[in-house]
């Protein structure tokens, strides 16, 4: 048990002036005056009205999406209306196809494919900005229509797509030169399609794109 002391001692003084620092601590750094600000360094920001940042988010977003329509459309794919009747039974009228842009970047139009190309007819009044064809020969191949047949290299071609031998004259042996194609409609009956045996036979660059499907009307909705 601790015990308290009734006896008090004499203390001693302390002694009297300025109290020593210890020899470790370090005197405090001298606080240096503010820099004067310059004139209208510091004024502050006017907000954007909230309004005004609305409609510049909108407009932002309308621009890129604008901006990759336009480059899918360009490069990738676009959607094409059939018009007149030079791919019956296969298309009809106002059907819309997808016509897709990028194969034909990393490959070439082959036997049968439906494409989209520029018409190659002289200007006038029955030429129109594209056709929808089918691809008959490709650079290399032997091209003769005879006796209402197709024939390709020599050999009968039998075409399921069509609903009627070729009404039309015979024509050729055609043999297609490097990059150039021959193009027909599935329509066989008398000047039912406007196609390579009037124009002759179509340079690669003026294939647009490979139909890949009908998309419309939906009933009809189907790959080519």
């Known amino acids: 048990m601790t015990k308290l002391s009734d006896t008090l001692h004499e203390t001693e003084p302390a002694a009297v002036g ?3 620092r210890s020899s470790g601590a370090k005197p405090p750094k ?3 005056p503010d820099r004067p600000r310059k004139p209208g360094k510091d004024k502050p920001s006017k907000a954007m009205p909230r309004w005004a940042a609305e409609l510049w988010d909108w407009g932002r977003t309308l621009l890129i999406a604008g901006t990759v329509v336009l480059l899918v459309n360009y490069f990738v794919f ?3 209306t059939v018009e007149g009747h030079s791919m019956e039974p296969t298309l009809q009228e106002k059907e819309w196809l997808f016509v897709n842009k990028l194969s034909y970047r990393f490959g070439s139009p082959d036997h049968g494919d439906v494409v989209i190309l520029k018409d190659p007819s002289k200007d006038g009044p029955q030429k129109k900005k594209f056709l929808v064809k089918r691809i008959i020969g490709i650079p290399g191949d032997t091209i003769e229509i005879r006796d209402a047949q197709l024939y390709r290299n020599g050999e009968l071609i039998i075409e399921a797509y069509t609903d009627t031998e070729i009404d039309d004259d015979d ?3 055609i043999k297609l030169e490097a990059d150039n194609y021959y193009i027909m409609g599935d329509n066989r ?3 039912g399609s406007k196609d390579s ?3 002759g036979p179509v340079s690669r660059d003026m294939i647009q794109g490979r139909a890949d499907f009908i998309l419309w009307p939906i009933t009809k909705m189907n790959a080519l």
Do not use: D, I, Q, W
């Open 189 to 191: 009956h008398a000047g």
């Open 197 to 199: 045996r009037v124009f």
């Open 30 to 32: 001298e606080m240096k």
């Open 78 to 80: 676009n959607l094409s």
């Open 171 to 173: 024509y050729g042996p």
């Open 18 to 20: 300025p109290r020593r």
